[in-house]
């Protein structure tokens, strides 16, 4: 893939990403879904443009370019976020609103130790990637995907615990 040339059907999977991400957060939001999907591929094409070696690979990295688009939204205006994946909330027992910025704090502390756990937690349960879609994008197994995900939620609520 050039840089600056993304097939249709990657943009589509991106916008859904974004989309999923965006519907939790406030309707006054300052960024909006088209502009967090430009705003990651941009900061992807100043990175490593074209390196990109799989579609999986690709949407791999868009989501997490995503997640730090709006970690450094999140920082900027100092705003408490709603986590998008009541997933997320059920199954971590974490409250319905978080300090995105503390949360991003525990996830890089996460990746620390179990980067794959991190990995799996952000796709799953911040961009809300299916368990299929997050084996495909990390290639790794749904089973593995399931252990890491179980992995990755206690590790945060302990974390999160303690701060």
Do not use: C
């Not at 997640?67 to 450094?72: A, F, G, K, S, T």
Request: net charge positive; aromatic share 8%.
């Amino acid at each position: 893939m050039a840089p600056y040339e993304i097939p249709p059907k990657l943009y589509l999977e991106m916008k859904r990403i974004a989309a999923n991400q965006m519907k939790g957060e406030r309707s006054d939001h300052t960024l909006q879904t088209t502009a967090l999907v430009h705003e990651a591929y941009l900061k992807l094409a100043r990175s490593n443009p074209g390196q990109w070696n799989s579609e999986s690979h690709f949407l791999a990295t868009a989501a997490r370019a995503m997640r730090q688009v709006l970690i450094d939204h999140a920082r900027k205006y100092k705003k408490r976020v709603r986590l998008v994946s009541e997933e997320l909330v059920e199954a971590a027992r974490f409250p319905r609103e978080i300090d995105f910025v503390v949360f991003d704090e525990a996830l890089d502390a996460l990746a620390v130790e179990h980067a794959r756990a991190a990995d799996v937690v952000s796709f799953r349960f911040i961009l809300g990637l299916t368990v299929s879609a997050t084996a495909g994008a990390l290639g790794i197994s749904e089973r593995t995907v399931k252990g890491d995900s179980r992995l990755g939620l206690a590790w945060l609520r302990r974390r999160l615990a303690n701060s």
